[in-house]
């Protein structure tokens, strides 16, 4: 790769003018023939890579993946690479789990050919990582069998839960727990970490999603709470600009257009705005906040159980329904009425229309919809009142939908349970005998964008209803990567890549370069303080940076670990007024970490004379 970095002064200057002309020169890095060459290699191959021989038998891909992880020397260690990449991270014995390097566990997770649930994007958290496995269960109890074993072990590490290992029937409890409940017992414990695991199971997408609000502000996070659309951000011109700042996209907060239809974008989808646009900010924004997923999410069928459960009143009169406004906007999603099918001065006439009258509102529509809209709320013609609330379509379907612990994400997951396919096809007044729900299963089996598909040849308007209600993930089986990984892996090899090309001119610089991701890093694998710290004490670059910064002599790693992290905690606290290392990215500690290291302060460091290892403790830490 022909690229050389600009670089102007020298130690903290340099480092700062590094800092502030980081994007434009990867911008520049980009538009490198070399490094062009190995993006368009990674986005036209690196997702039909289906095992790991087939990576490694592709030295090119194989080469930008291992960049991408700062593992670019180990590219001739095939055997080792194999090894590595065969490994399942849920496994805690497996051979990436055993390296202290945390690099090899990320780089095997990522592709996770030895594992469970595909890749995943890389810088994924465990939690991240582990979700989809706890998700794919289908019920509670069968984490805790014999078989599962493993992945129960796993789950505990990552929750920093081992302690309850031995409390099956407790753990089942919280687990089964509604997290959305204030009541409930997982919200009871007053710990974060419950609720944590359980949300796992039982995935609960209010608000700003995770990935957004840990890259904020305490007071941005709170004003995020309420954000659930594209529009609900892009009416807040303040809130926008400082969502688009966490990400360095500030500069496109003067065209909120353009910034909408990227978080609006199927990014599953290569020819969307957000994936064709070639913005790596933006596209990290919009798989942040994920909005189109979301959509989906907000208008399936299973949250018109949910406001049933939650707000019953709004289903006991039409007129209760119609002052229900998320009610009445969710109901035309899941029905396929929308404003230029049904107006909203005639909802009242359809929900109160006699289905067995063909002279009704709705039998006159000939749409068979709306025909299925009546009769789902079962609204009496004349009074107005809803008729017995274990009889009704909708209270049928939701008490199915409410004995479920994840909604069904595949036709294969929706037809197991008898019980809810008969009443969701009740629901939409689909033929539910045995031709109907062999045909149900082909439509809901299809892909939906497929134009030889059975959905493209039929009429009924009930089955395209039917499967955009469900809101299944249609990946195509042989697609085992998730949207925007070949971005992500570019965004991270271009990124080390830089980092790499600085430290061709000076290594400190590249050094301090890479201080904040080794941070970030840590900070999103590793739950405790104190094993945080042991995890930047054995990552040798950010251990280079961290102790030049507190002064800590490099004989300190000839001594205990475990005194090494009081010696290392007990200069933090002198030095940055706390040992939390969530708290070192706060961006002044970050910048009086830089400028300490760029300096090579070697204030306190003192000596640990000839034989480190035995020195007494308290004269390292005077």
């Not at 590094?18 to 368009?40: G, H, K, N, V």
């Not at 082909?442 to 308007?461: E, H, K, M, N």
């Amino acid at each position: 790769m022909v690229f050389t970095p600009l670089i102007a002064g020298s130690g903290l200057s340099a480092l700062n003018f590094l800092e502030t002309t980081r994007s434009d020169q990867e911008a520049r890095l980009r538009a490198d023939p070399s490094a062009r060459s190995d993006i368009e290699a990674v986005r036209a191959r690196l997702t039909s890579v289906e095992t790991a021989d087939e990576l490694l038998g592709d030295r090119q891909l194989l080469r930008v993946a291992l960049t991408a992880f700062g593992l670019q020397d180990d590219i001739d260690k095939g055997a080792f690479l194999k090894r590595i990449l065969e490994s399942d991270i849920a496994d805690r014995s497996s051979f990436a789990n055993r390296l202290a390097d945390r690099r090899y566990t990320e780089f095997a997770q990522a592709f996770n050919f030895g594992g469970d649930g595909g890749a995943q994007l890389p810088q994924s958290s465990p939690k991240d990582a582990i979700a989809p496995l706890l998700r794919g269960l289908p019920d509670v109890d069968s984490l805790f069998t014999r078989r599962n074993e493993p992945l129960l072990e796993r789950a505990l590490e990552v929750f920093d839960l081992q302690r309850d290992a031995s409390q099956p029937d407790f753990l089942k409890r919280v687990l089964e727990s509604d997290v959305s409940d204030p009541n409930a017992l997982v919200n009871r414990l007053d710990d974060p970490r419950y609720v944590e695991f359980a949300s796992a199971l039982q995935p609960n997408r209010v608000g700003a999603p995770e990935a957004v609000l840990e890259r904020v502000s305490e007071f941005v996070a709170d004003r995020l709470q309420s954000v659930e659309t594209s529009s609900d951000l892009l009416e807040d011109p303040l809130l926008l600009q400082r969502v688009l700042r966490a990400f360095g996209a500030e500069q496109f907060a003067s065209n909120p257009l353009l910034v909408g239809q990227v978080l609006d974008s199927d990014l599953s989808d290569p020819a969307s705005l957000a994936n064709t646009l070639g913005d790596p900010a933006l596209l990290e924004i919009a798989r942040a906040f994920d909005f189109a997923n979301r959509k989906g999410e907000r208008e399936s069928v299973y949250r018109l159980a949910e406001i049933f459960d939650a707000r019953p009143a709004s289903f006991e009169t039409v007129d209760g329904f119609l002052a229900d406004e998320e009610l009445v906007s969710l109901s035309r999603a899941v029905f396929g009425l929308t404003e230029d099918v049904v107006a909203d001065s005639a909802l009242r006439d359809i929900l109160l229309s006699d289905t067995a009258d063909a002279a009704s509102p709705a039998n006159v529509s000939g749409d068979a919809r709306q025909i299925a809209f009546a009769k789902a709320f079962d609204f009496d013609p004349v009074t107005g009142q809803a008729g017995a609330p274990t009889t009704s379509p909708i209270a049928a379907f939701a008490q199915s939908a409410g004995a479920l612990l994840n909604s069904p994400s595949t036709a294969e997951e929706f037809f197991d349970n008898a019980n809810l396919t008969i009443n969701t096809l009740r629901l939409l007044d689909l033929p539910r005998d045995v031709i109907g729900l062999e045909f149900a299963q082909r439509v809901l089996s299809a892909q939906p964008d497929d134009p030889l598909s059975v959905i493209g040849s039929i009429s009924d308007t009930r089955y395209a209803t039917l499967q955009s209600a469900l809101n299944f993930s249609f990946t195509p089986p042989e697609n085992r990567f998730p949207p925007g990984f070949a971005e992500a892996i570019i965004d991270d090899y271009i990124a080390n890549a830089f980092e790499i090309s600085v430290g061709e001119q000076n290594v400190d610089l590249r050094l301090g370069l890479s201080l904040q991701t080794g941070l970030e890093n840590v900070v999103r694998q590793v739950r405790s303080n104190d094993a945080r710290w042991f995890q930047i004490l054995g990552t040798g670059p950010l251990r280079t940076v961290v102790a030049r910064a507190l002064g800590v002599p490099d004989a300190s790693a000839a001594i205990d670990v475990d005194k090494q992290v009081e010696i290392f905690k007990d200069r933090a606290v002198r030095t940055f007024g706390t040992d939390e290392v969530a708290e070192f990215l706060e961006p002044e500690r970050l910048d009086q970490i830089r400028t300490l290291f760029a300096l090579g302060t070697t204030r306190d460091s003192g000596s640990f004379g000839a034989t480190a290892a035995t020195t007494p403790i308290l004269s390292l830490l005077a």
